[in-house]
T-cell receptor, first 114, second 117 residues
Framework: GAVVSQHPSWVICKSGTSVKIECRSL??????MFWYRQFPKQSLMLMAT?????????EQGVEKDKFLINHASLTLSTLTVTSAHPEDSSFYIC??????????FGPGTRLTVL | AQSVTQLGSHVSVSEGALVLLRCNYS??????LFWYVQYPNQGLQLLLK??????LVKGINGFEAEFKKSETSFHLTKPSAHMSDAAEYFC???????????????FGKGITLSVRP
């Protein structure tokens, strides 16, 4: 149990375009979802926390207009990178937590912006 | 506030040798502690966690860790390394007041484990 999927697993896009990444909890209801960013050979940096049906809480230094997060249902959260630029290229990982608050991680999405 | 220190960035051991990955934490409230493993281009997989109870916790793949409050440590060990253990390992902490936004994890910078044949 406790499977989290992400789609797509990798995406390449042109500079200036927007990219949407989906995070789904497949077998449990996720009251809270977290979005992380990971640069090569570095740790995970929390970008934002989202609770179903409410606005996401962004960490300091993360542009909320740049990284739009929607958590419309208990099984789906989306991260949209708007007007992507090469410096947005990174590995994006989501996690989801349910009633016991343990986080389960998705497999990640590799974003490359040309 | 919480923080995690994982000293060093790379540990190399021979196959069959003891694995010891160090983790020290700082927390203003009682912590829950976690070890995760990450293989290349994949998400994180939980190895083990300490919440309450026994301070020596056993996880998957033969790993274990001991919570030592006096030393603020949660070091990860495995008696005998296997080639498949080569990966990135992250220690993480969250407040023991475990609800909603308080379950936010703070990660260490990670350690790369290499296993030599």
């Amino acid at each position: 149990g406790a499977v989290v999927s992400q789609h797509p697993s990798w995406v390449i896009c042109k500079s200036g375009t927007s990219v949407k990444i989906e995070c789904r909890s497949l077998d449990f209801q996720a009251t809270t979802m977290f979005w992380y960013r990971q640069f090569p050979k570095q740790s995970l940096m929390l970008m934002a926390t989202s609770n179903e049906g409410s606005k996401a809480t962004y960490e300091q230094g993360v542009e909320k207009d740049k990284f739009l997060i929607n958590h419309a249902s208990l099984t789906l959260s989306t991260l949209t990178v708007t007007s992507a630029h090469p410096e947005d290229s990174s590995f994006y990982i989501c996690s989801a937590s349910g009633r016991n608050n343990e986080q389960f991680f998705g497999p990640g999405t590799r974003l490359t912006v040309l | 506030a919480q923080s995690v220190t994982q000293l060093g960035s790379h540990v190399s051991v021979s196959e069959g040798a003891l694995v010891l990955l160090r983790c020290n934490y700082s927390s203003s409230v009682p912590p829950y502690l976690f070890w995760y493993v990450q293989y290349p281009n994949q998400g994180l997989q939980l190895l083990l966690k300490y919440t309450t109870g026994a301070t020596l916790v056993k996880g998957i793949n033969g790993f274990e860790a001991e919570f030592k409050k006096s030393e603020t440590s949660f070091h990860l060990t495995k008696p005998s390394a296997h080639m498949s253990d080569a990966a990135e390992y992250f220690c993480a902490v969250t407040p023991a007041i475990y609800s909603g936004a308080n379950s936010k994890l703070t990660f260490g910078k990670g350690i790369t484990l290499s296993v030599r044949p």
